[in-house]
Antibody, heavy 122, light 107 residues
Framework: QVQLVESGGGVVQPGRSLRLSCAAS????????MHWVRQAPGKGLEWVAV????????HYADSVKGRLTVSRDNSKNTLYLQMNSLRGDDTAVYYC???????????????WGKGTTVIVSS | AIQLTQSPSSLSASVGDRVTITCRAS??????LAWYQQKPGKAPNLLIY???SLQSGVPSRFSGSGSGTDFTLTISSLQPEDFATYFC?????????FGPGTKVDIK
């Protein structure tokens, strides 16, 4: 079945780095753009980043530009989020999500993982 | 960045009620709007895309309408499994953004 499984979350000190992974299965990963979306405790959803199916085009939320970097390895069916210079307001559940169409980024997400939790605290 | 507002922020309703949630964009986004449902501790679930298209597998009691800056999500007859938080999201231009959410709970 179509599935996304995030990993790599944990507790990290402010200013440190962390890399999240999202393993995809059940569909042809290389056909789809992929997103990261986060949700701070008790708050709403925040779109973080998107990468095109081939990884050549990437876009970010203003709040993470320059600190968080999305990438993918289509040979491993895996999406990544490299998180540098972490701050307290990066504390959230991070979801990876599949864009809804092949070969182009439509912008809405039809398959979501269960999320991985990042806590930035000293 | 385009801002989305939702109203109300929360509402109480009974099973069988008709429920309408509004999403307003800070500038025109044609029909580039999606709606998601999220239950506590779970990932969001896509309900509506392109403002009014029903995602496969979503019950027909959910419907969406609107274009430009004003959009609505309607649940024609609220069911017990519909008590959740609903978010709108635009995909007109980068960066994409979500609305703040509307929590629907039991009266």
């Amino acid at each position: 079945q179509v599935q996304l499984v995030e990993s790599g979350g944990g507790v990290v000190q402010p200013g440190r780095s962390l890399r999240l992974s999202c393993a995809a299965s059940g569909f042809i990963f290389s056909y789809y753009s992929m997103h990261w979306v986060r949700q701070a405790p008790g708050k709403g959803l925040e779109w973080v980043a998107v990468t095109s199916n081939d990884g050549t085009n990437k876009h970010y939320a203003d709040s993470v530009k320059g600190r968080l970097t999305v990438s993918r390895d289509n040979s491993k069916n895996t999406l990544y989020l490299q998180m540098n210079s972490l701050r307290g307001d990066d504390t959230a559940v991070y979801y990876c999500a599949r864009d809804s169409w092949v070969a182009t980024t439509l912008g809405y997400m039809d398959v979501w993982g269960k999320g991985t939790t990042v806590i930035v605290s000293s | 960045a385009i801002q989305l507002t939702q109203s109300p922020s929360s509402l109480s309703a009974s099973v069988g009620d008709r429920v309408t949630i509004t999403c307003r964009a800070s500038q025109g986004i044609t029909s580039a709007l999606a709606w998601y449902q999220q239950k506590p501790g779970k990932a969001p679930n896509l309900l509506i895309y392109d403002a009014s298209s029903l995602q496969s597998g979503v019950p027909s009691r959910f419907s969406g309408s609107g274009s430009g800056t004003d959009f609505t999500l309607t649940i024609s007859s609220l069911q017990p499994e519909d008590f959740a938080t609903y978010f709108c999201q635009h995909f007109d231009s980068y960066p994409f953004t979500f609305g703040p959410g509307t929590k629907v709970d039991i009266k």
